[in-house]
């Protein structure tokens, strides 16, 4: 009988062994399969809540976003108790899974915060919206941004090194559609500047740049205005012609190509094509001038007001032959009807600039919910593009604008060995520069000796084509290329 017994526990300790290892390799798969399908559903329902959420649809959108962050967190339970991380190969496995789990629930959590911002403001009465969003959006941008900056984190070390293919298969096509979101790799500074923005009242001093009369940030300044952000909303309470500020009392020497001005004064302070550098001069002036103390100078030109007129327009103002589009606006900027009396045609197209930005903001400010997603895309895409370009005087915030690319610095990669910049300055006052189309072409010749020979060729093209009002003139350019120190000119024509 003992004999017995002991050829039984032979064959049954094996059988029992096996019939567990069947049984949780069919326990494993059956959860992986389950895996597999909520993270794909998840995904699904992610992609569809920001689709709708773009169509102006964000109770839809926050529902759907909802469903995914559940879906994820689901996938999320089935991949056991943090101790099997620490397993060898095993652990690789659900380390990356987890990963992909929580920057689906992070990507999910922060889109459900914006979905919700946006429905909350939609609701509200379309008077005074925009300052409805500005007093909800700490509320839910925080943690969205919050969100972003871990979904950043984790995107940054996701690798397909040692995963299975499955695994390595869903890690590719996580990393594809992070790296198309430009937000991702700037959210912690995007955070940094949300709670600086909407820690307390600031004022900001915004200037407008007229591209017509260039100069190296955008333009010639022509109006300024004072505008209150924070967490009580936004509001205009100064605009007035640059002309109509206090004679400047710096006293500082024009710089190179300014010689005819003697000093350097307020209007013609953005020199530098590093707009920092520009708007520290400016910074200077205003305060110097006796002028109420601001947080930051905003500049903005031409574009970024058609940009806005694409989504506000078109727009009546008294000095306006005809509602100003943003097919329409520049031709009517330069075309006013100029009025009895001492004021001139330059003076009366200032006063147009003045009557269209405070109409714009009024319109902004009231705008409608279909409204709120493209204003604030077209607002970014501006700060992109540097037709919006932002300085705050606290040094910390300025370092997160900068960071941004939102500051209109010239801020190359480290390890930059090249730079070149090109920067035009119309130095008579005329809208000289409407018609001038300009080219560029850069050649580097690489020699055996690690140096480099390069070529910068510029061609300059004016229309013959007259504007009413704006006398024929050649175009006055003073042209400054920058290169990075250390560079020797050998030869120019």
């Known amino acids: 009988m003992a004999r017995r017994r002991r050829r039984h526990a032979r064959w049954i300790v094996p059988v029992a062994v096996t019939a567990a290892i069947i049984v949780l390799g069919l326990w494993g798969y059956l959860r992986v399969m389950k895996f597999e399908e909520l993270t794909s559903v998840g995904r699904a329902s992610a992609a569809w809540g920001l689709r709708i959420l773009s169509e102006h649809d964000p109770a839809g959108a926050s529902s759907s976003l909802r469903l995914a962050q559940r879906q994820f967190a689901s996938a999320h339970s089935l991949l056991g108790p943090d101790w099997l991380r620490g397993v060898p190969w095993l652990g690789r496995q659900l380390q990356a899974a987890d990963d992909l789990c929580v920057i689906g629930e992070e990507a999910s959590s922060a889109g459900v915060e914006v979905a919700r911002l946006m429905a909350r403001t939609s609701n509200a009465p379309q008077e005074g919206r925009l300052t409805t969003l500005l007093q909800l959006a700490p509320t839910h941008l925080d943690p969205a941004l919050t969100s972003l900056t871990r979904v950043a984190d984790l995107a940054a070390g996701l690798s397909t090194d040692g995963l299975v293919p499955p695994l390595a298969d869903a890690v590719r096509s996580a990393k594809r559609p992070l790296a198309d979101v430009p937000l991702l790799g700037r959210s912690h500074d995007l955070l940094s500047l949300e709670r600086y923005l909407f820690s307390r009242e600031h004022r900001f001093l915004v200037v407008t740049q007229d591209s017509a009369d260039l100069r190296p940030t955008g333009g010639s300044m022509e109006t300024y205005g004072l505008v209150t952000f924070g967490p009580q909303g936004f509001a205009l309470t100064t605009s007035a012609d640059i002309a109509s500020l206090p004679k ?10 300014q010689a005819r001005e003697g000093r350097l004064s307020f209007r013609d302070a953005n020199w530098w094509m590093d707009f920092p550098t520009s708007a520290t001069r400016m910074a200077q002036f205003w305060k110097n001038l006796g002028q109420p103390e601001i947080d930051g100078i905003i500049a903005v030109d031409i574009p970024m007001i058609q940009e806005l007129l694409e989504v506000h327009g078109p727009l009546l103002i008294p000095q306006s032959k005809a509602p100003l589009t943003a097919s329409n606006l ?13 004021v001139t045609i330059e003076q009366q197209r200032k006063r147009a600039v003045i009557s269209l930005t405070t109409e714009l903001v009024n319109r902004v400010t009231d705008m409608s919910s279909d409204q709120l997603l493209p204003t604030i895309d077209r607002l970014m895409q501006a700060a992109d593009e540097k037709h919006m370009q932002l300085y705050l005087l606290d040094p910390a915030a300025q370092a997160s604008m900068v960071a941004v690319g939102w500051a209109g610095a010239l801020d190359p990669p480290e390890g930059t060995s090249d730079l070149v910049g090109v920067s035009n300055s119309d130095v ?24 480099a020979a390069t070529t910068l060729t510029l061609g300059y093209r004016k229309t013959a084509r007259t504007l009413p009002g704006i006398p024929a003139r050649p175009w006055a350019n003073y042209l400054r290329a920058h290169r990075l120190a250390g560079t020797t000119l050998a030869s120019a024509s």
């Not at 560029?440 to 690489?446: F, I, K, N, T």
């Open 428 to 451: 008579e006052p005329s809208k000289a520069n409407l018609g001038v189309s300009k080219s560029l072409a850069y050649e580097v010749q690489l020699k055996a000796d690690g140096a």
């Open 248 to 257: 400047d009392t710096l006293n500082l020497s024009s710089p190179p190509g």
């Open 330 to 342: 520049m031709d009517q900027l330069t075309d006013v009807v100029k009025p009895a009396g001492k």
